[in-house]
C-alpha cells in the first residue's frame, strides 16, 4: 500500500512569510507524528497526534508553530513570521497506534531565505 | 539526560566487513531502542529494535548487542555491502511517552566494493 506522503518536497520561501506542510499519513493508522531534521543531525521530535487531537507538543520550538489534524487523518504543520533557522527538512511519520512502529515520510525541505 | 550520543559520525568499511556503530544514554528509564537507516532523500525506516530485557537482537545480517550497565547499545552489521552505505540512527524512547523518538546524531556509513 501506499506510503507516507508529505507535500510539497521543496519549499523555498522569504523570511517572516508563512509556510504550510501536508502529511497524508498511511490509512488507518491513528498516530502521526512530526519531526525536524537539521543537517547532519537526526530527527527532533516536535508534536505528536492520536487522532484529532495534539497529545504531545512539547518538541514545538515556539509559538510561531502549530500543528493540526482536524479529521483524524491529514495533518498540517503550519510556520509563522519563518527565520533563517527554521531551514531544515521536515519529516511526518505515522504509526498503527500509539507503540507501533513509526513509518516516516521522505520529507519537506524547507529553506528560508 | 534526554540524549542518546552516537559514534562514529562517519565510518567507512569495504565489502564483506563488519560495521559496528555505538550509542550511549544516560536515561535508565529508556526502554525502547531502535535502529533507523536513511537514504538520500528518503525518510529513515526502522531497521532493528531491542528492548532491555535481551542483550542482543539479530535480524539477518544486523544484528542490536545491549550492554544495560554501561547504558550502551551497538548495531553490527555483517558482511557489509555497497548497498548498506546510508546514514543510520539510534534512537531511545520512556515506556510511558513511545511515541516521542529520542534520535542519536547519525553515523554515516559508505561501503566500497
Redesign the interface.
Known amino acids: 500500500g501506499a506510503g507516507v506522503s508529505q507535500t510539497p518536497s521543496n519549499k523555498v520561501t522569504e523570511k517572516g512569510k508563512y509556510v504550510e506542510l501536508r502529511c497524508d499519513p498511511i490509512s488507518g493508522h491513528t498516530a502521526l507524528y512530526w519531526y525536524r531534521q537539521s543537517l547532519g543531525q537526526g530527527p527532533e521530535f516536535l508534536i505528536y497526534f492520536q487522532g484529532t487531537g495534539a497529545a504531545d507538543d512539547s518538541g514545538l520550538p515556539n509559538d510561531r508553530f502549530f500543528a493540526v489534524r482536524p479529521e483524524g487523518s491529514v495533518s498540517t504543520l503550519k510556520i509563522q513570521r519563518t527565520e533563517r533557522g527554521d531551514s531544515a527538512v521536515y519529516l511526518c511519520a505515522s504509526s498503527y497506534d500509539r507503540s507501533g512502529e513509526q513509518f516516516f515520510g521522505p520529507g519537506t525541505r524547507l529553506t528560508v531565505l | 539526560q534526554q540524549q542518546v550520543k552516537?559514534s562514529p559520525q562517519s565510518l567507512i568499511v569495504q565489502k564483506g566487513g563488519i560495521s559496528i556503530i555505538n550509542c550511549a544514554y544516560e536515561n535508565t528509564a529508556f526502554d525502547y531502542f531502535p535502529w533507523y537507516q536513511q537514504f538520500p532523500?528518503?525518510?529513515?525506516?526502522?531497521l532493528i529494535a531491542i528492548r532491555p530485557d535481551v542483550s542482543e537482537k539479530k535480524e539477518g545480517r544486523f544484528t542490536i548487542s545491549f550492554n544495560k550497565s554501561a547504558k550502551q547499545f551497538s548495531l553490527h552489521i555483517m558482511d557489509s555491502q555497497p548497498g548498506d552505505s546510508a546514514t543510520y540512527?539510534c534512537?531511545a524512547s520512556l515506556p510511558y511517552?513511545?511515541?516521542?523518538?529520542?534520535?542519536?546524531?547519525?553515523t554515516r556509513l559508505q561501503v566500497f566494493p
Do not use: E, M, R
Not at chain 2, 532523500?41 to 526502522?46: N, Q
Open positions: 552516537q532523500g528518503k525518510g529513515p525506516a526502522l540512527f534512537a511517552n513511545t511515541d516521542k523518538l529520542i534520535f542519536g546524531t547519525g
